[in-house]
């Protein structure tokens, strides 16, 4: 390994994951996008090669995949595919969420667990790097199927997880409601009542105050950093926020607390559009307690505009916050939303950039927070979930709030630092690749090789 060429290097594992992992487009994405911005690091410090460092980053611990058998609402058994990554424990139990849709699969698994290994790390909480889920599609099912489902689930999955092991909390697909069917069924297994074995739980039963708006709410906090920098703030911008869903309701509503005016949001089936600004009261009740489609809202508004299966990225904005999907925002849209004049990008989903988007972003000098850092708000309200129920304490939601926005403004400062220092100025994404990798890295040495 003496004198390597880091380049080189960087290239042949990257060309080794391919070939061990055929078939995973959005996993090579995902390593593809740390490792070339980890160059300069390997030639600072080779020891990272020495010790096989990226090799063994971009290997799983394991990744487990089971049947889940269970009977629909006309006594139908079903079969889905269930999924478990626990990528990475260097600095703490793995941690990730689980995703139930229709999408998943070992691909989308391991480039979501791979990219919560940094994230984690950047949160600078000790929470390593896991993700799971199923091919299973909650849309139009029962109460009662999602709770066989998910109990189905469980029994499989259980055998793998727990407080001080693996601790899942929710994603795409997977809210309160799924993850109070899983803490149910798990207690029922284990015979005991292990709180920190989820997070995203009720609050009668553990859970943390702001979980639910931590994502959305921290995506912004970490947008009004960027924007301070470029000397803005969301006061009377135009901002356009994808999707309508967990993540996308608290990241539109803190927009607006903040004085800008969102004017578009969607969701799988097209978007809506008001250039007055919507209510995003109206779409939470609509989504959150009315379970509807976003095309609904016209009936309350009807000067909106409904556009069912077009882009979001055609509209103008200021402010474009990805809060979606992976891969929801392609080369044309970045190109349209520039033309546009955007001038701040804060990814709130995972990976919802594609590579050719964020180049277009980037040679157009528009601000650009990575989803690792952006939307790391959630993970870290987890883990100061975890934190309350080891010590068995409530945090009020205002302290939490101060806690999160101290953390998101932790991760800017150490992305904007780790880029400066090695050669990147301005670039996030490098900085989050860089600052989540050094930590993890570093703790790998220190444990051996295993
Ligand atoms: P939800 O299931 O709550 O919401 C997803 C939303 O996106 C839904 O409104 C869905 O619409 C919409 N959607 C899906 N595909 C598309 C598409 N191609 N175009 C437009 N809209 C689409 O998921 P979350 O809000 O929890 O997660 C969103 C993203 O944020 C994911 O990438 C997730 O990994 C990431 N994330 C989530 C965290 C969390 O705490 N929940 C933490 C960090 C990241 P429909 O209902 O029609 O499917």
Same mark, same amino acid.
């Given at each position: 390994?003496?004198?390597?060429?880091?380049?080189?290097?960087?290239?042949?594992?990257?060309?080794?994951v391919r070939e061990r992992n055929p078939n995973e487009p959005e996993f090579y994405q995902a390593v593809e996008?740390?490792?070339?911005?980890? &160059?300069?690091?390997?030639?600072?410090?080779?020891?990272?090669?020495?010790?096989? &460092?990226?090799?063994?980053?971009?290997?799983?611990?394991?990744?487990?995949?089971?049947?889940?058998?269970?009977?629909?609402?006309?006594?139908?058994?079903?079969?889905?595919?269930?999924?478990?990554?626990?990528?990475?424990?260097?600095?703490g139990p793995y941690k990730g969420g689980l995703r139930f849709d229709p999408s998943v699969n070992a691909s989308?698994?391991?480039?979501?667990?791979?990219?919560?290994?940094?994230?984690?790390?950047?949160?600078?909480?000790?929470?390593?790097?896991?993700?799971?889920?199923?091919?299973?599609?909650?849309?139009?099912?029962?109460?009662?199927?999602?709770?066989?489902?998910?109990?189905?689930?469980?029994?499989?999955?259980?055998?793998?997880?727990?407080?001080?092991?693996?601790?899942?909390?929710?994603?795409?697909?997977?809210?309160?409601?799924?993850?109070?069917?899983?803490?149910?069924?798990?207690?029922?297994?284990?015979?005991?009542?292990?709180?920190?074995?989820?997070?995203?739980?009720?609050?009668?039963?553990?859970?943390?105050?702001?979980?639910?708006?931590?994502?959305?709410?921290?995506?912004?906090?970490?947008?009004?950093?960027?924007?301070?920098?470029?000397?803005?703030?969301?006061?009377?911008?135009?901002?356009?926020?994808?999707?309508?869903?967990?993540?996308?309701?608290?990241?539109?509503?803190?927009?607006?607390?903040?004085?800008?005016?969102?004017?578009?949001?969607?969701?799988?089936?097209?978007?809506?559009?008001?250039?007055?600004?919507?209510?995003?009261?109206?779409?939470?009740?609509?989504?959150?307690?009315?379970?509807?489609?976003?095309?609904?809202?016209?009936?309350?508004?009807?000067?909106?505009?409904?556009?069912?299966?077009?882009?979001?990225?055609?509209?103008?904005?200021?402010?474009?916050?990805?809060?979606?999907?992976?891969?929801?925002?392609?080369?044309?849209?970045?190109?349209?939303?520039?033309?546009?004049?955007?001038?701040?990008?804060?990814?709130?989903?995972?990976?919802?950039?594609?590579?050719?988007?964020?180049?277009?972003?980037?040679?157009?000098?528009?601000?650009?927070?990575?989803?690792?850092?952006?939307?790391?708000?959630?993970?870290?309200?987890?883990?100061?979930?975890?934190?309350?129920?080891?010590?068995?304490?409530?945090?009020?939601?205002?302290?939490?709030?101060?806690?999160?926005?101290?953390?998101?403004?932790? &991760?800017?400062?150490?992305?904007?630092?780790?880029?400066?220092?090695?050669?990147?100025?301005?670039?996030?994404?490098?900085?989050?690749?860089?600052?989540?990798?050094?930590?993890?890295?570093?703790?790998?040495?220190?444990?051996?090789?295993?």
């Open positions: 390994m003496e004198g390597k060429d880091a380049k080189k290097y960087v290239n042949e594992v990257i060309e080794k996008e740390l490792a070339e911005s980890l &160059i300069p690091v390997f030639e600072k410090y080779p020891v990272y090669m020495e010790n096989a &460092i990226l090799e063994r980053m971009v290997e799983p611990d394991r990744l487990i995949m089971f049947r889940v058998a269970w009977i629909d609402d006309e006594g139908c058994p079903q079969v889905n595919r269930g999924y478990r990554v626990q990528f990475n424990n260097a600095i989308i698994v391991k480039f979501l667990g791979f990219e919560q290994i940094f994230k984690n790390s950047l949160t600078g909480q000790a929470i390593g790097g896991g993700k799971g889920g199923a091919d299973f599609d909650p849309k139009n099912r029962s109460d009662m199927e999602i709770m066989r489902f998910t109990q189905s689930f469980m029994n499989e999955l259980s055998k793998y997880i727990g407080p001080n092991v693996d601790v899942p909390a929710g994603d795409i697909g997977v809210g309160g409601r799924e993850i109070d069917y899983m803490v149910g069924q798990y207690k029922r297994l284990r015979g005991a009542f292990e709180k920190g074995a989820f997070t995203g739980k009720g609050i009668d039963v553990g859970g943390s105050l702001m979980r639910k708006e931590s994502t959305g709410y921290g995506t912004v906090y970490f947008a009004q950093r960027m924007l301070e920098d470029l000397g803005k703030q969301f006061e009377g911008q135009r901002v356009i926020v994808s999707g309508a869903g967990k993540v996308s309701i608290y990241a539109m509503e803190k927009a607006v607390e903040f004085g800008a005016k969102v004017v578009a949001c969607s969701d799988s089936g097209g978007y809506i559009y008001d250039e007055n600004g919507l209510d995003v009261e109206l779409i939470k009740q609509l989504k959150e307690v009315e379970q509807k489609r976003i095309y609904e809202y016209i009936d309350s508004y009807p000067n909106a505009r409904y556009e069912a299966e077009k882009s979001i990225w055609m509209l103008p904005c200021d402010i474009a916050l990805p809060c979606a999907t992976q891969n929801e925002l392609d080369e044309d849209g970045a190109k349209k939303l520039v033309e546009n004049g955007v001038y701040a990008v804060a990814e709130g989903a995972n990976m919802p950039c594609s590579h050719d988007a964020i180049a277009v972003f980037q040679n157009n000098k528009v601000a650009f927070g990575p989803g690792k850092a952006a939307n790391a708000g959630g993970v870290a309200v987890s883990a100061l979930e975890m934190a309350q129920n080891s010590s068995r304490v409530s945090w009020s939601f205002e302290a939490i709030d101060n806690m999160l926005q101290e953390i998101m403004s932790n &991760i800017y400062d150490k992305s904007v630092a780790a880029a400066k220092e090695y050669g990147s100025e301005g670039n996030l994404i490098a900085g989050a690749n860089i600052a989540g990798f050094k930590k993890v890295a570093d703790v790998m040495i220190a444990q051996g090789v295993i």
